[in-house]
């Protein structure tokens, strides 16, 4: 399978802690996105860094990348109980033509207790 | 502007029937990416379409099929319904496909389809 994986697949702490999130892929890359999913509902586009970034901000999201070990992370700190979600990554790849799939890591899912 | 729309939003079907599902992109955007979501399988890539062509389909039967209109509208059908194909189903819009998917997709809130 060409999916990614994620770990941990579940993971809970509480209101004001950090969360992180780790994303391994399979294939090279040419960037990486992550998602939130709140209780299978659509997706959320959160962030996306290129495959020649090592990292990126957004607000309480920091995500890094480093492609030698086909590995991404996310953290969001001081985490609210509106964090409450699945977090996917999702990679796209170069398949020598202009595309938008996405290729899905299995996901995290995160519990805020208030 | 309006976000992904998708219809209808919950649908229950038996094995062997066909049902068409409905995405409508945000205003502007021609690209339409179309994902299945399964507890066993997770999301994976359905199909997508640009300018009413087909540019990439994933490892589906060909029960799965799907068009896109003038409009940018898409449409996805599955026929001879199994049980495995309960599922949400995401469709994702951007302006264009960009190589290496660097287009940042907006993703509708799904139709979850039921098969008894």
């Known amino acids: 399978s060409q999916q990614g994986e994620e770990d941990p697949q579940a993971l809970s702490i509480q209101e004001g802690e950090n969360a992180t999130m780790n994303c391994s892929y399979k294939?090279?890359?040419?960037?990486l996105q992550w998602y939130r999913q709140n209780s299978g509902r659509g997706l959320v586009h959160l962030i996306l860094?290129?495959?020649?970034?090592r990292e990126k901000h957004s607000g309480r999201l920091r995500v890094t990348l480093d492609t030698s070990k086909k590995s991404s992370s996310l953290l969001i700190t001081a985490s609210r109980a509106a964090d409450t979600a699945s977090y996917f990554c999702?990679?796209?790849?170069?398949?020598?033509?202009?595309?938008?799939?996405?290729?899905f890591g299995t996901g995290t899912l995160l519990a805020v207790q208030p | 502007k309006a976000g992904v729309t998708q219809t209808p939003r919950y649908l229950i079907k038996t094995r062997g029937q066909q049902v068409t599902l409905s995405c409508s992109p945000i205003?502007?955007?021609?690209?339409v990416s179309w994902y299945q979501q399964t507890p066993g399988q997770g999301l994976q890539f359905l199909f997508e379409?640009?300018?009413?062509?087909?540019?990439n389909k994933g490892n589906f039967p060909g029960r799965f099929s799907g068009r896109q209109f003038s409009n940018s509208r898409s449409e996805m059908n599955v026929s001879t319904l199994e049980l495995g194909d309960s599922a949400l189903y995401l469709c994702?819009?951007?302006?264009?496909?960009?190589?290496?998917?660097?287009?940042?997709?907006?993703f509708g809130p799904g139709t979850r389809l039921l098969v008894l």
């Open positions: 294939t090279s890359i040419n960037n």
């Open positions: 994702a819009s951007s302006a264009e496909p960009l190589a290496g998917g660097r287009e940042t997709q907006y």
């Open positions: 379409y640009f300018s009413e062509t087909q540019r």
């Open positions: 205003s502007g955007h021609r690209s």
């Open positions: 999702a990679t796209g790849q170069n398949y020598g033509g202009a595309t938008n799939k996405l290729i």
């Open positions: 860094i290129r495959s020649n970034e």
